[in-house]
């Protein structure tokens, strides 16, 4: 059966996704398509942007006389304007802005979205993956344009999240709380068809992903937790390493093979008092993808991530995410 679903499009998964839940309007369904069609115009630019590089730099002018636009710029603007006048969105917010982005007026609908519009900006200019990632809730206020109330309630509340993948080709994954699918955008027809139905992370993983460089700065609970890992008293020949430095590949390969990535809290610097990721746009919305796939995530100090009132609109988390296995192995060093 399984097989056989392979090679259906996005939308068609989206609507049988919506005869799940009898009440359904489709007013989810709305919004899940129009990031769908988000998600292919920025696959589309980021595959311009090696020859955009040879065209012109970003802010300057290409030869056809037009601005190169930085790509995280040209994605936070490409959600922005297809969600403002979706007609099911009624506030929103990105980690590219302050401040929450209202809605087109006449055209608020019943849920907010939370998203990074181009994860991994270290990476946008050397050709290595970048993702989005966002996150669904429905308002609790009861019409008109949302407020920040409507974006601050926590991840267990979400109705939908997931991530696209601009990689060596370009992935979306998704949940709407009945299952992890992955489609993948075949360039030549402009659509994305069903690749990984009903994704399962592996229960225990081969690789580990943090950035050992800020060791020296790691809580002891930290660093005895992956020494743990690297001395094989696992039995696992041996942990791997892969840290890529874009949390959507890291947390995209480690949920098809299996593992755990960090970003814990670490003493380097007061801002990193919390870890880097956001629980907003980053942490809650893999968060809620990992779980529905079997895996888990928590904090540094064993907090389930989706438990978490959020408090502030870009409020950072230490985020352990990945393979049962390995949170568990992970929460129990934190816990000692
Ligand atoms: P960004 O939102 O500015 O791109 O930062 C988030 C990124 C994540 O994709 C990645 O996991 C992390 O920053 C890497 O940070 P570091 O370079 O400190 O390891
Ligand atoms: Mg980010």
């Not at 809730?137 to 601009?166: C, F, M, N, P, W």
């Not at 992903?209 to 890992?229: C, G, K, M």
């Not at 696992?234 to 480690?254: C, K, P, Q």
Request: glycine share 10%; net charge negative.
């Amino acid at each position: 059966m399984l097989e056989k679903r392979k090679g259906i499009t996005v939308s068609r998964q989206i609507m049988d996704d919506q005869l799940l839940h009898k009440d359904a309007t489709g007013a989810l369904t709305g919004v899940l398509n129009d990031l769908v069609v988000a998600g292919k115009i920025i696959s589309a630019e980021v595959n311009m942007a090696g020859l955009a590089d040879v065209l012109g730099q970003s802010g300057k002018i290409n030869i056809q006389g037009e601005t190169v636009q930085k790509l995280d710029v040209f994605a936070n603007q490409t959600i922005k304007r297809r969600m403002e006048q979706c007609g099911h969105i009624c506030i929103m917010a990105s980690e590219e802005d302050d401040e929450t982005i209202p809605v087109l007026d006449g055209y608020e609908g019943t849920y907010t979205i939370a998203f990074d519009p181009l994860d991994g900006s270290s990476n946008i200019d050397v050709n290595v993956s970048i993702g989005t990632i966002f996150s669904i809730h429905r308002r609790i206020s009861d019409s008109g344009q949302g407020t920040e109330a409507d974006l601050l309630q926590k991840g267990t509340k979400q109705v939908a999240a997931g991530y696209i993948i601009y990689g060596s080709s370009t992935v979306m994954v998704y949940t709407s709380g009945s299952g992890v699918h992955g489609f993948t955008l075949d360039p030549s027809v402009g659509e994305f068809f069903l690749s990984h139905p009903y994704i399962k992370i592996p229960e225990k993983g081969p690789y580990y992903s943090v950035n050992e460089a800020y060791s020296p700065f790691w809580h002891d609970s930290t660093r005895q937790f992956i020494d743990y890992l690297k001395s094989d008293a696992e039995g696992m020949g041996g942990y791997s390493a892969r840290y890529i430095g874009s949390l959507v590949a890291d947390f995209h390969r480690n949920l098809v093979k299996g593992g755990i990535f960090l970003y814990p809290r670490d003493k380097k610097s007061p801002e990193k008092s919390d870890g880097k990721l956001r629980l907003l746009y980053e942490a809650a919305p893999l968060a809620m993808v990992v779980e529905q796939a079997g895996g888990r995530a928590i904090t540094d100090d064993g907090r389930r991530i989706l438990d978490i009132e959020p408090t502030s609109l870009h409020q950072r988390v230490p985020l352990i995410i990945g393979s049962k296995e390995e949170v568990d192995l992970a929460e129990s060093f934190f816990k000692a």
